[in-house]
Nanobody, 119 residues
Framework: QVQLVESGGGLVQAGGPLRLSCAASGSILSINSMGWYRQASGKQRELVAT???????NYADSVKCRFTISRDNAKNTVALQMNSLKPEDTAVYYC?????????????WGQGTQVTVSS
């Protein structure tokens, strides 16, 4: 069984930083992609930043130059450094991974961590 566990959410003032972390554990053979999505109240879940297979990164236009995604392949972890936060960044942030186990390739999601940016 695979688990993605996020940490690091919370309340921060506009302009401040926050760092999210996610660790994948379980019977993982390899990870194809890993990253972050978010869902604001009343809105659809959207991509924030991800690592694709091969190591390329994708960022939402709204977070480019403010957020940085990083990973540790040996530990199956990914982090999101968020700087210059804005109230519109308020959302539940979900860790995501597409990975191989001994049985199948599948998508996995964390339970989500709340990020609230006050103005």
């Amino acid at each position: 069984q695979v688990q993605l566990v996020e940490s690091g959410g919370g309340l921060v003032q506009a302009g401040g930083p926050l760092r999210l972390s996610c660790a994948a554990s379980g019977s993982i053979l390899s990870i194809n992609s890993m990253g972050w999505y978010r869902q604001a109240s009343g809105k659809q879940r959207e991509l924030v930043a991800t690592f694709a297979s091969g190591g390329t990164t994708n960022y939402a236009d709204s977070v480019k130059c403010r957020f940085t995604i990083s990973r540790d392949n040996a530990k199956n972890t990914v982090a999101l450094q968020m700087n210059s936060l804005k109230p519109e960044d308020t959302a539940v942030y979900y860790c995501y991974s597409n990975l191989h186990t001994a049985w199948a390739r599948a998508d996995y999601w964390g339970q989500g961590t709340q990020v609230t940016v006050s103005s």
